[in-house]
């Protein structure tokens, strides 16, 4: 079993979509290296509406976000007919999501798991992103708070039909600093 297909079996149906999604946004592009930017792009496609809310949010532009993405990636090299691998800060960025997901007591990796990974990282792309599109501090701290209620949305559509309650709580003093 080669890495892709090891990392792939991670993943639950809405994970497993933007996986294939970064993977095709890298072959794409010609790209081997699939990293973090890559899921981004395949994020905002599958995670369009959620996209859409934090877009509005910090009163960002769409065409502006896919432009930062398509000159972040102009960095990274090309290689005709190249295998695809995971950049190790793509390992790192599963990683991270997968073990969110089993805090939550899910084997399986959601795509909002991996929006929570990129957002938890403070030197991460996501958050390097936002400050290139010079979002202010405050709205950065709204889009936690706004992140929070995307997971919640998402983890009641989980567990539709099932016996779980789910419990958020949300520290505005963790935002001070």
Excluded at 22 to 31: D, F, I, P, S, V
Excluded at 69 to 76: A, T, V
Aim: charged fraction near 25%; glycine fraction near 6%; proline fraction near 2%.
């Amino acid at each position: 079993m080669d890495a892709l297909e090891f990392y792939n079996r991670r993943f639950a149906d809405g994970g497993r979509r933007v996986f294939a999604g970064a993977l095709n946004n890298a072959r794409r592009r010609g790209q081997y290296y699939v990293v973090p930017e890559h899921f981004i792009e395949a994020l905002d496609a599958e995670e369009d509406q959620f996209f859409q809310l934090l877009k509005s949010i910090l009163n960002i532009d769409s065409v502006q976000v896919q432009l930062l993405i398509s000159k972040y990636l102009e960095i990274f090299p090309s290689q005709a007919g190249g295998k695809l691998r995971l950049a190790p800060v793509t390992i790192a960025l599963i990683k991270k999501a997968w073990g969110m997901a089993m805090i939550d007591g899910r084997r399986k990796i959601e795509s909002f798991d991996l929006i929570m990974a990129l957002a938890d990282d403070p030197a991460g792309v996501l958050v390097q992103l936002l400050k290139d599109l010079n979002v202010n501090a405050e709205a950065m701290a709204e889009t936690s708070r706004a992140l929070t209620r995307c997971a919640e949305m998402l983890l009641s559509k989980l567990s539709a039909g099932k016996d779980l309650t789910v419990i958020f709580t949300y520290d505005e003093t963790a935002q001070r600093g």
